[in-house]
Structures are given as structure tokens and as C-alpha cells.
């Protein structure tokens, strides 16, 4: 009986906190200004300025993810290898940037990468012309790469430290090379962690709009931008909400998908 | 063909400037049953780590059928290991895990099919193939970690305390199967265990190892009945160790009682270990042992009884299938040739008898 009770600050917490807000969407999402039912605002995706952000929001997702991952991957194992102690402070150095204000990175960066920033200030040194980075989507890129690798990082770590030695050391001793002892042992054993870690960046990165706002000067429409301008500037809530509902749709159907894979994985693994 | 299948040659290996192994040299023949006994930490696993090729030797070579190793990368050795704890891939089935060599080995199909099947016959887990690991008992596991390092056929199987996670009775039985699995493969194994009872029951030859040196080499029978030194003795199997001083050749005295043996060479008057099995001591009438003593406990083990009796200021260990009741008095009696005589140790690693 009691237990029930230990709960009910979560459920409260839920109800307030994610369950109401959805239903909000969901309401505003479904209705025109005058209150009526609508599908205008979903399908709203549909139209050919809102399919560009969509697709170019996916595209820019997914580099940052790829690039995430091709970091975090090689990185776990490196740490693996390295016979270090303070493994824990490479974490700490990786995951430090998590401490600060995230806008407060993206507007450092901003005057990094800007014209007469810092980095080609220092390119000048070498003779290299001015590249024109920022406010292009590599810029954009760059910014989710560096916003979100620690989600990355820290789930692929986990995984990769948590292979026990003797395994390796078996498929060693059954003749196989390092990279097959990657290819074949680390890699799928690590598997649920590059799931999670894609998962934790892929969303945020579909989902963002500080990152293209500051990085891509305004220029750059992501379907995060749109969203926000339709909230904040058009002030057209059903809009926004409609075009958050579909984006959220998208994301469900990715999560069932790698929740299908992940499970798939459990039971069975083809080799 | 050479005879020695595989050569240690004078191995040293320390870890962060602890000394693990010194100066180890050891040769072993084709077809043997080699078993690496000793205590805990005394570096048996680092040398089947060293014979695999995990662990680098800081000096000396490892020689396969004559050739160095020493440096050749695990993977190119014609050696497998079956590991304590199993070691199999959790994200593989019974079959998949068995294939792992084959698949890398790029062997066709068919090969590897019949392997499998071959393999899980020899082991007794037909029709196991597609379970996963983490769905066996321990002692299914380790048969599959067995039949995963045969199917490669190599020359020498290595064993690392295959049996240490398995009950008694489950041991027992592994331990007839392993010996059964040896004969049927005709293949070198090198076991590494601290149980002195298993390394007796399945050795060929067994090496028995302190602090990073080898104590003795030999038969199990050897080992058993003729101890180098007092480290072995009491290793292996149960033994009253004694410190005694040898007045001249085949007569010893501890505590000042004379004792007829039947070694010699050890000097006049020279300090020695002394060692006699439990099962050796023999319980006489009173008046026709050698000394007399009180029984002070009666222990029944199964097959004998186990009694310690006090007689010239020493408890001693008598096995025997007689009873006899505490505080009866006796005489105690050793023939000749079941003493032991042994050379005190020259270093204080194998000192195990404390000289009152
Ligand atoms: N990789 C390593 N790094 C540091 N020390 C090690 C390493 N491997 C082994 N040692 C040390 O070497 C000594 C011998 O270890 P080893 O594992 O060979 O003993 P063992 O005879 O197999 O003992 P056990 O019966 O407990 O398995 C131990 O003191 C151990 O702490
Ligand atoms: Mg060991």
C-alpha cells in the first residue's frame, strides 16, 4: 500500500511537468485559431519550405552524429588500451565543457570561427586565406559536434570499459587480429552504448535551434528554427505546435526502431 | 621430431619491480599431461600467460618445436587456452563461439559445421548449438570453452583452473572427462591448479611452484613419495613435518630420540627436514614402538580415521583404519624407509618448518 505513496511525487512531477505540456501541444497542435479541429498543422510539414528545414535538419543531424561517433568510438578504445589510472580525468576533461552554459560554448565558438576570429587568425600565420566558416551549415555541424560529443563519449565509455579483458584475450588466442578482435568482439558488445549515444545526440541535434541560430547567422533554416519562429515571431502557436508534433513523431519512430534492434540484438546475433 | 614439444628457457618476468618469475626453465614433452601446482600468486597463470603469448618474459625464450616465440604474437600460435572463468562471448551462440577460430581461420563452411558437431559430441552437449552462453550451468560453459579451443587443434592446450568455479562433484567428473579428452585428442596439456589432489589424480608430470621458483619436478608418485624439499612435502598431501639432526648416515634423531632411515650423504651431525606421511606412522602395543605417546583426538574421514597423538613433545598425524580412543596410550612406530630426509632450504622462500 505504502509504496504507492513514494511514487506520487514523480507522478505529480510527470503529470505537471511532461504529460501537460504534451497534451497543450497536442491541443494547439490539432486546432485552428477559432478553436476548430485541424490537420493543416501537421501536414504543414508537408510544404516545400518546411521539407527543405526537415531534410536539411536530418542531414545536418545526422554528420553530427557520424562524426560523434567516429570521435567517441576510437577514443573508448584508445582509453581501453592506454594502462592509464586517471582514465577518470580524460573523462572529466571530455565531459567539462557539459559544466558551462551551453550557449555561452556557441557564442564562443561564434567568435572563433567568425571572419576575423581566432582561427583564421591563426590560418594567416600560415599564408592561409580567411575561410568563410561561420554561418554556413559545416559551422552549424561543428557546433553540434562539440555541443552534444559528451553524450556521445560517456555512454560508448561505459561500454567499452565494461568488456571484460578475458574475452579479448580469447578471441586473441582463437587467432584473431586486432581488428577483428574489434570488428567482432568490442564492437557488438558495445552496441547498446553506441545505440544510447546515438540516440542522445541524434534528437537533440534534430531538434535544436540556438546552434543554427548562432552559427548559422540567421541564415540557416532548420526545422528547429521554424518551430521557434512560428512560437516566437509569427506568434502562431497551432503552427508551431503542429510542425513540434510531426518532428516528435519522427523521433518516436526512430526510438521504436532502435528499441526493435536493441532487443533484436538481446535475443539473437547474426555473425 | 624434437622431444620436447615446448622449452621455458631461464624466464624471468617482474610486474611494476615486483619478481614474479626468476630463472624458470622447463621442458615439456609431446603428448604430456603437465600440471603447474603451487600456491596462490606463486605465478602459475603468468606462466601459461607467458607460454601463450599475453604476457611478454622480461628474460629468457619460449620455444615451440624448437623454434623461439618468445616474441610471435598470440594469435600465431599454434597454442589455445581454456580460461577459468569461460570466457565465451556472451553476444554469440554455443555454435558461433565454437566457430570463432574457424571463421578467422577463413575454413569453408562444411568444415566448420562438422567441427562443431564433432566437437559438441566430444564435449556431450549435442544439440547445444544454438543456446547462448549466458542460458548454460557453469560446468556446460566451460565444456564449451573446451571444445571452442579444440576445434582449432592445437599442439599444446592450455588450461587455466578450468574446474576452480564447479562443486566438488562436478569437478570430479571434468576432471575423468579432461583425462578421457586427452587421450581421445592426443594432444600436450598444461594445467595450472592449486589443488594438489586434482594435480595427482591427472598429471603426467607435475611442476610444483613457490614464489616464482620451481620447487620440484616429477610423477605424481614421485612428487608424493620423495619431496625434494619441505615446501613440497607439505604441499602435497598431508605430512608431519620435523626438524631433525642427522648424527650419521641412516640414523636420525628428533628430540633425541633415534630413528633407523635408510638415506645417506646428508653429513655427521648436520641439520635436516624430516618428513613422514600420516599413513606411515604405524600404532603399536605399548612396548614394541619406538616411543610412546597419547592419543589426544579422533577425527573419522570416511575411509580412515585421522588421530593426532602427542609423543616426544611433537603432535603427530597418524592416518589409520583402526579406531583408538583419546587418552589411550600407545607406542609409535615408522619403518625406515618411510622416512623422509631432506636438505634444510637455502632460502627463506622454502623455509614452511619453524625449528623450535
Ligand atoms: N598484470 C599484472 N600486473 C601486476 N602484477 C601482476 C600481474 N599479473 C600477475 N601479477 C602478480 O604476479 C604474481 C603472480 O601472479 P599469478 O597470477 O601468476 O599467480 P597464480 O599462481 O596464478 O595465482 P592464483 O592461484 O591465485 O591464480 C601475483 O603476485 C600477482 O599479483
Ligand atoms: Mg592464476
Known amino acids: 500500500m505504502k509504496r504507492k505513496y513514494i511514487a506520487a511525487p ?52 545526422l554528420a553530427c552524429t557520424i562524426l560523434c561517433l567516429l570521435i567517441s568510438f576510437p577514443l573508448a578504445l584508445v582509453l581501453r588500451r592506454l594502462n592509464m589510472n586517471n582514465k577518470g580525468i580524460i573523462i572529466l576533461i571530455m565531459i567539462l565543457p557539459m559544466w558551462m552554459n551551453s550557449i555561452l560554448r556557441i557564442l564562443a565558438l561564434q567568435m572563433i570561427l567568425s571572419k576575423n576570429g581566432i582561427l583564421n587568425m591563426i590560418l594567416s600565420w600560415f599564408g592561409i586565406a580567411p575561410l568563410s566558416i561561420i554561418n554556413t551549415p559545416g559551422a552549424i555541424v561543428f557546433g553540434m559536434v ?55 545526440v541524434f534528437i537533440p541535434c534534430l531538434t535544436s535551434f540556438v546552434i543554427p541560430d548562432i552559427l548559422g547567422g540567421g541564415k540557416i533554416q532548420l526545422l528547429g528554427n521554424v518551430i521557434e519562429q512560428e512560437f516566437i515571431t509569427s506568434m502562431n502557436w497551432h503552427l508551431g505546435s503542429g510542425l513540434s508534433f510531426a518532428l516528435m513523431i519522427f523521433v518516436v519512430i526512430g526510438l521504436v526502431f532502435s528499441e526493435k534492434q536493441e532487443k533484436k540484438d538481446r535475443e539473437s546475433l547474426v555473425w | ?80 587456452t581454456v580460461f577459468q572463468k569461460y570466457a565465451l562471448f556472451p553476444h554469440m551462440t554455443v555454435a558461433e563461439n565454437i566457430a570463432f577460430g574457424l571463421k578467422i581461420k577463413k575454413k569453408d563452411d562444411d568444415y566448420i559445421r562438422q567441427k562443431i558437431k564433432y566437437a559438441l559430441e566430444l564435449v556431450n552437449l549435442t544439440g547445444f548449438e544454438k543456446r547462448k552462453p549466458r542460458s548454460l550451468s557453469g560446468g556446460q560453459q566451460q565444456r564449451i570453452a573446451i571444445a571452442r579451443a579444440i576445434v582449432n587443434e592445437p ?80 604441499f602435497i598431501g598431508s605430512a608431519n613435518l620435523l626438524a631433525g639432526t642427522m648424527i650419521h648416515d641412516e640414523l636420525v634423531s628428533i628430540n633425541d630420540v633415534r630413528f633407523d632411515c635408510v638415506d645417506k650423504g646428508f653429513g655427521n651431525n648436520k641439520p635436516v627436514d624430516v618428513v613422514i606421511r600420516p599413513e606411515d606412522v604405524e600404532i603399536r602395543e605399548k612396548g ?69
Request: glycine content about 6%; aromatic content about 8%; overall charge negative.
Open chain 2, 1 to 80: 621430431m624434437l622431444e620436447n614439444i615446448l622449452s621455458l628457457n631461464n624466464i624471468t618476468k617482474s610486474f611494476d619491480g615486483e619478481l614474479v618469475l626468476e630463472d624458470l626453465s622447463l621442458d615439456i614433452k609431446r603428448n604430456e599431461f603437465v600440471t603447474l601446482l603451487g600456491p596462490s600468486g606463486c605465478g602459475k597463470t603468468t606462466t601459461l600467460r607467458i607460454i601463450a603469448g599475453f604476457v611478454m618474459p622480461d628474460q629468457g625464450s619460449v620455444l615451440l618445436e624448437g623454434e623461439d616465440i618468445t616474441t610471435l604474437p598470440t594469435e600465431k600460435r599454434c597454442i589455445n
Open chain 1, 146 to 200: 562539440y555541443d552534444f560529443l559528451p553524450y556521445m563519449i560517456l555512454p560508448i565509455y561505459n561500454a567499452v570499459m565494461d568488456i571484460d579483458n578475458d574475452l579479448i584475450d580469447a578471441a586473441k588466442d582463437l587467432g584473431a587480429s586486432n581488428p577483428s578482435v574489434i570488428w567482432r568482439i568490442i564492437l557488438p558488445l558495445s552496441k547498446l552504448g553506441i545505440i544510447s549515444g546515438i540516440t542522445m
Open chain 2, 288 to 356: 614394541q614402538g619406538i616411543f610412546p605417546a597419547v592419543v589426544t583426538s579422533v577425527l573419522f574421514k570416511g575411509v580412515h580415521y585421522e588421530i593426532f597423538a602427542k609423543g616426544i613433545g611433537i603432535d603427530w598425524m597418524i592416518h589409520t583404519t583402526a579406531y583408538h580412543e583419546v587418552g589411550a596410550e600407545i607406542d609409535l612406530y615408522v619403518k625406515p624407509f618411510n622416512i623422509q630426509i631432506m636438505n634444510k632450504p637455502e632460502s627463506e622462500d622454502e623455509a614452511v618448518i619453524q625449528t623450535e
Open chain 2, 155 to 234: 599442439q599444446i592446450l592450455l588450461l587455466d583452473e578450468p574446474l576452480g568455479a564447479l562443486d566438488l562433484k562436478l569437478r570430479q567428473d571434468m576432471q575423468k572427462e579432461l583425462i578421457r579428452l586427452k587421450k581421445e585428442l592426443g594432444i600436450t596439456f598444461i594445467y595450472v591448479t592449486h589443488d594438489q589432489e586434482e594435480a595427482l589424480t591427472m598429471s603426467d608430470k607435475i611442476v610444483v611452484m613457490n614464489q616464482g621458483y620451481i620447487q620440484q619436478i616429477g610423477t605424481p608418485e614421485d612428487i608424493y613419495n620423495e619431496p625434494q624439499n619441505a615446501f613440497v612435502a607439505d
Open chain 1, 10 to 61: 514523480y507522478i505529480i512531477w510527470m503529470s505537471a511537468f511532461i504529460v501537460l505540456p504534451l497534451i497543450f501541444v497536442a491541443y494547439y497542435a490539432f486546432t485552428d485559431k477559432a478553436g476548430g479541429f485541424t490537420l493543416k498543422n501537421i501536414t504543414a510539414i508537408l510544404d516545400p519550405l518546411h521539407i527543405k528545414a526537415t531534410i536539411l535538419s536530418l542531414e545536418l543531424s
